[in-house]
């Protein structure tokens, strides 16, 4: 496989499991040097990293919605590695509530996972990245924002937020190298999606152009191309990533 990422520092959040995993894996084979952070055991990855590629990788426990924990990222990155180039806020959550058993609680979880994780990692990398002259940021969205599902709005506000999200800070970013672009996937064969029956997973699947379900691999080729040198004029863009099931209207 081309090194396409040599040289490269790429941090990974959910990266113990499912689309996160095969995110590491894949940028790892390219060249990258890893820091997978969840706030599940990371070592299954990393242990595949070091199986296939020797590449050197460290897993860092973290909670994701802490400015904080950003900034100890950060930290870690320079100073092991003393750059961080690329940032995949891959980890959320999605959990069904409809509206009148949604509370505040549960809202604000479901925002400070899926977009607050997002405005921390910006604020603790894009210096690092500014000092470099380059830098990517990839944030997971979702394609739920263009369907009719019951019980989801605050999941699908918060991905609808990661598109705007990632077009204002293109626009901040761009002059310094760094860019900044969205990936959307379909539901994908991974831990997160156990609860979805054979059944619903098989009718998703029809809806889609290419009549199968996702798998984490599907996802990693798109996020390897948006985080190399051949995406460094592609910015504020949302990629679907669903097999031709979302379509634009």
């Not at 870690?76 to 959990?95: C, K, L, S």
């Not at 798109?222 to 099931?245: C, K, R, Y």
Request: aromatic fraction near 6%; glycine fraction near 8%.
């Amino acid at each position: 496989m081309e090194k396409t990422h040599s040289g490269r520092v790429a941090i990974v959040t959910g990266a113990a499991r499912g689309i996160g995993q095969a995110i590491a894996v894949t940028l790892a084979r390219r060249g990258a040097k890893l820091i997978l952070v969840d706030m599940l055991d990371s070592t299954e990855t990393s242990e595949m990293i070091e199986k296939e590629t020797g590449a050197k990788n460290t897993s860092v426990t973290a909670d994701i919605t802490s400015p904080d924990a950003w900034q100890q990222l950060a930290k870690t990155a320079d100073e092991m590695f003393g750059r961080g180039d690329i940032v995949v806020n891959n980890a959320g959550i999605y959990p069904m509530c409809p509206l009148d058993e949604l509370d505040d609680k549960l809202w604000r979880k479901t925002f400070a996972v899926n977009i607050d994780a997002h405005f921390y990692s910006a604020k603790a990398f894009a210096p690092l990245m500014r000092r470099e002259k380059w830098g990517r940021f990839v944030n997971i969205s979702s394609n739920s924002i263009g369907y009719a599902i019951p019980g989801m709005s605050h999941y699908m506000a918060s991905k609808m937020a990661v598109l705007g999200f990632v077009r204002g800070l293109a626009n901040e970013l761009g002059v310094d190298g760094i860019t900044v672009n969205a990936v959307l996937p379909a539901p994908t064969e991974t831990p997160g999606t156990a609860f979805m029956s054979a059944e619903n997973k098989e009718m998703l699947a029809q809806t889609q152009a290419i009549k199968r379900i996702s798998v984490p691999d599907d996802l990693a080729g798109p996020v390897a191309f948006l985080t190399s040198d051949d995406a460094a004029f592609i910015t504020g863009q949302s990629v679907v990533v669903d097999g031709g099931a979302y379509k634009i209207s």
